[in-house]
Structure formats: C-alpha cells, structure tokens
C-alpha cells in the first residue's frame, strides 16, 4: 500500500522558517510527480508545489513562490518543502500528495503535518 | 490563481439526488478536461472520487458522476446516502503546470 509520511511541522515564529519532509513507500516514487497542498483551520484546501519525476520542473502557488522551494530526492523516496518567510497566515496542515501517473490528478495523500506560525 | 468557485453548502435527503458546481474560467476548467473531485471525511485524509472531468476511480460507488459545460464543472451524487456527508472539493489544472482547488462544499444528509 502506499505510503507518504509527512514530518517537520510544529510551531514556528513570523519570519522563520521550516523545512517538511514526506518519506515515500511501497510505490516508484522517481516515477511519480509529487505535490504539496495546505489546508489552513477551517480553510479549504490549497494547492502549493509540484515537482516533477527528475526535478527538471517545479512550480507554485501565487501565495508561496518566491519564498517556499520544493525540492525530492529519489535515492532516498522523499520530497521535502522548505519554507521561509513564513507569516501567520502560511498556519495549516501539509499534504504531501503523489499524482496519478496518468497525469492531472492526485491519488494518494499523506497523514498531513501542522504548521503553526505564531509569536 | 483565484480558487474555482463553488456553493459551501448543499444538502439533500436519503435517496435524493445533489449537484455541485465548481466554476473556473476560460483559462482552468473551460481550457482543459482536467478536472477532478476530492471528498474529504473528517478526520480522514481527501480522496479522488472524479478524474478527468468525469472518470471514476476503481473502487469509487457509481453513484458519484461528474460533467462539465464551459468554465463550469460539475459533481452529482445519486441515491444519497448517509456516509456522503463531507465536504467535497473540485481542482482544476491550469496552465503554466500549476493547479486550483474550489472552495470546498459541505454536503448534509438531512
């Protein structure tokens, strides 16, 4: 079965920054694009990040580029997000998400990890 | 990237039939059939329920349908049951390899 397991959340202060991992299982992971969605207290959710199979091609959400970078390493099975800037409203759960290989869809979802930006 | 447009809440009795709507414009849902469906239960993790505008994952009840026309996507849940309450929400791909979700839709079983 397939498992992304996210890590690295917990609370961090405005401006700070924060680095989250998802350690992938049981699939080809250097097949799969990978993605980040949040999810803010009460909020919809959001999508963040993507990243491609070799790392070629990454994009993101408006509300995050320029200070979230996506990035994996398929030696290890993992897709990290690190976060800088970070400002209360950056508070949510992560999903660490794989897209279907058949493109434009996203079957499988972590657990999710909290961030909480405060003072 | 405005999140796709959809109503917060819709509700329908046992056995009845719910539509969803999910609007985007020219440039997400009207420019691809590249829209998919997500119910997300509380305390669970989201799950595709619709691909492509209107394929079924393996596994997922044949009472959940989906369509589109122009900029506006659509989910039907037929035969309404007790365990479709959840929120469900609509994603669209857009160009430029990014991607929008809805708002999100709380669905109640009266």
């Known amino acids: 079965e397939v498992q992304l397991v996210e890590s690295g959340g917990g609370l961090v202060q405005p401006g700070g920054s924060q680095r989250l991992t998802c350690a992938a299982s049981?699939?080809?992971?250097?097949?799969?694009?990978m993605h980040w969605v949040r999810q803010a207290p009460g909020k919809g959710l959001v999508w963040v990040a993507r990243?491609?199979?070799?790392?070629?091609?990454?994009s993101y959400g408006d509300s995050v580029r320029g200070r979230f970078t996506i990035s994996r390493d398929n030696a290890k099975d993992t897709v990290y997000l690190q976060m800088s800037s970070l400002r209360a409203e950056d508070t949510a759960v992560y999903y660490c998400?794989?897209?279907?290989?058949?493109?434009?869809?996203?079957?499988?979802w972590g657990q999710g990890t909290l961030v909480t930006v405060s003072s | 990237q405005s999140a796709l447009t959809q109503p917060a809440s819709v509700s329908g009795s046992p056995g009845q039939s719910i539509t969803i709507s999910c609007t985007g414009t020219?440039?997400?849902?009207?420019?691809?059939?590249?829209v998919s469906w997500y119910q997300h239960l509380p305390g669970q993790v989201p799950k595709v329920i619709i691909y492509?505008?209107?394929e079924r994952p393996s596994g997922v009840s044949t009472r959940f349908s989906g369509s589109k026309s122009g900029n506006t996507a659509s989910l039907t849940i037929s035969g309404l049951q007790s365990e479709d309450e959840s929120y469900y929400y609509c994603?669209?791909?857009?160009?430029?390899?990014?991607?929008?979700f809805g708002g999100g839709t709380k669905v109640t079983v009266l």
């Open positions: 998400v794989r897209e279907n290989r058949d493109g434009y869809h996203f079957d499988s």
């Open positions: 990243i491609n199979s070799d790392s070629s091609s990454i």
């Open positions: 020219s440039s997400d849902v009207g420019n691809h059939n590249l």
């Open positions: 492509e505008v209107s």
């Open positions: 049981a699939f080809r992971f250097s097949s799969n694009w």
């Open positions: 994603c669209s791909y857009v160009s430029g390899a990014t991607w929008v």
